[in-house]
Structures are given as C-alpha cells and as structure tokens.
C-alpha cells in the first residue's frame, strides 16, 4: 500500500522527542556505514531553486528521495519525500515535508548540543524569531536544563510572540535589541536567520559556548564572521561532504586559511567516538546544512505509525504492471 501523508498527518504522528531519537540513530547508523547520504543537488530556475536530496538507510529498511523549491515559488506544497522500501523498491509513501524538514533540522541541532554543549549549559540564546528559531529552542529544551532564554529578532511584534513560549514554560526570557546584547553570557547559541550578511560575531562569544549556525546553508547567505570559526575549538557539519559546497560560514575561513576542510568532523564521527568538546572552556561550533539521512529517518518513523493508526490517504497501485 503506498500512502500519501500530508502536513497535518506529519505533525500528529510525530513529536520532538521522537525526532531526537530517530535523528541520533540516523547518524549512528551513519558512523557503522550503514548509511548512504546523497549531498544536495541544485537545479536554477530563473531566480529560483529546485533541491533534491536523497538516503538509503540500510537498518532502517528504505530509502528515500525528496525535491523541495524555494524563492520564486510561492508555496511549500512542492516539498516531497518519496519513501521506498529498500528490499523491493515499492515506493511505501508520498510525504508532504515542510513541517517534517524543520522538525528534522531542530533535531539535528538538538544532537548536536547534546553532544557538545557543557552538560550544564543553561543559558540559551537565540538569534531569530522565524519557524525554524522556534524549532530550535524546542529541541534545546529537550537536550539541556535552560534556565534562561535570550532572543533577538529585528521585529518587535515577533520577538515578544517568540518569547511568550519560554515564557509559558516558567523560564526566564529577556528580549534583546542586538544580537550582542543576547550572546553575552550565553552557553548555547542558535543563529536561525535569513541573513545574507554575518548577524555573529566571534568577539561576542563566550568561553565555553556551543554554536548552532542554521539558516545560511546557500553560498549566497552567511551568519558567521570569521573569528567565530578561528575561535572553535571544534567545527562538527552534519555531511562533510556537503560542507564544501554549500556552509558559507565554512567556506570563506577555508578560503581564508583559517581552517582547512580535513579539520572539519561530521556529526556521525562524533558520535562514533571521535572527540568533541576537551574542556569546559572549549568553542564548540555545528554548522548545520540539512542531509537526507535525517528525512529518510524520520519519514521512515512517520510512514509506520500512519500504517500502525489508519492514517494517511491510500493510493492506487503505482507498481507499473502491465494488464
């Protein structure tokens, strides 16, 4: 049976702590080999993009492909996941993706933090007020104890919509009129922007902070100056494959020779033991760009409870027989 799974479905059969789990395991999977990750390909359209990503997912049973646009097409209901089993290639469901891809990417951001934030890290910044900021602060409440919560957005109106969630949760939130103002002091920073221009600043950080630089994943955006790379510690990417390509917040300082790409770990290292943060003073830097083994991962998850619960739309047999 091949279901097509739309929006809604994604958001009630599955949650953030769900994601975290199956993200991790991705990436585990990943550190044995058992995953493959297809690095994000472009195609132009006028001013326009079409991005394709695709993962096979070997312990998990399926693989998957997913085409996204973005810029001049004005809706996201062109984000699809095609999910395959891999034994037989049955194409098993049609997965709308734009909720589904910035639950993944929080998630990849919250294993990330739980892998090399301090383990008492408590004071969150977040530098941004958009979908995918609110993702994040979700998932990093999940992966550390946040006692209290800084956000800058240029938007007023925003940014108190933004904060009023920590807010409810009894946490201590201060809205901030710079992004300054928001880092200081802080042990885990998130810059979740659409910034073309860096908005972070090495000079602001903090000894001891963890970095997750999200929004820039184009050569045409940037978040992060220079010094906030020369200051890492440790630079971990979610494919470093990818990294080359499209972590502008990478490729300049590579350019730059402030550090070479052999320097730069993917997360599936760390995981496999690789070390990551040596000290509590110690710059740790995620550069996220989003892969596929997170989407293959989570859409996986998401395919067998529509199955398990009745959900989703049965479509009619796409298996190509002839009469």
Request: proline share 4%; charged share 20%; net charge negative.
């Amino acid at each position: 049976m091949t279901l097509f799974i739309d929006e809604r479905a994604v958001a009630e059969l599955i949650a953030m702590p769900d994601a975290l789990v199956a993200v991790r395991e991705g990436f585990e999977a990943m550190a044995r080999g058992n995953v493959e990750n297809l690095p994000r390909t472009r195609l132009g359209h006028g001013e326009g993009t079409v991005r394709i990503t695709a993962a096979l997912a070997a312990e998990r049973g399926y693989f998957a492909v997913k085409i996204s646009s973005r810029a001049v097409f004005e809706s996201n209901s062109g984000r699809i996941l095609n999910l395959f089993e891999l034994s037989t290639g049955k194409l098993c469901a049609v997965i709308q993706v734009f909720g589904l891809g910035a639950l993944r990417t929080a998630a990849v951001s919250g294993v990330a933090t739980d892998l090399l934030a301090r383990p008492d890290a408590d004071v969150l910044a977040v530098i941004g007020t958009g979908r995918q900021a609110r993702r994040q602060l979700e998932a990093m409440l999940h992966v550390r104890t946040i006692k209290q919560v800084r956000v800058f957005g240029r938007d007023p109106h925003r940014r108190a919509d933004f904060a009023a969630f920590p807010r409810a949760k009894s946490i201590e939130t201060i809205e901030c009129t710079d992004v300054e103002q928001a880092v200081a002091g802080a042990s885990v920073v998130v810059t979740a922007t659409s910034a073309r221009d860096p908005v972070l600043f090495g000079v602001w950080l903090d000894p001891g902070v963890h970095v997750n630089a999200i929004g820039a994943n184009d050569v045409s955006r940037r978040e992060l100056d220079s010094e906030v790379v020369a200051r890492a510690d440790i630079v971990v990417v979610d494919e470093p494959l990818q990294a080359p390509l499209e972590a502008s917040d990478l490729i300049q300082p590579v350019a730059e020779g402030i550090i070479s790409w052999e320097q730069v770990k993917g997360l599936d290292e760390i995981l496999a033991g690789s070390p990551g943060r040596q000290t509590a003073g110690d710059i740790t830097l995620f550069k996220s760009m989003g892969t596929a083994v997170g989407d293959a991962m989570l859409a996986a998850l998401v395919y067998e409870r529509a199955l398990q619960s009745g959900v989703g739309i049965s479509l009619p047999d796409l298996s190509g027989t002839l009469p």
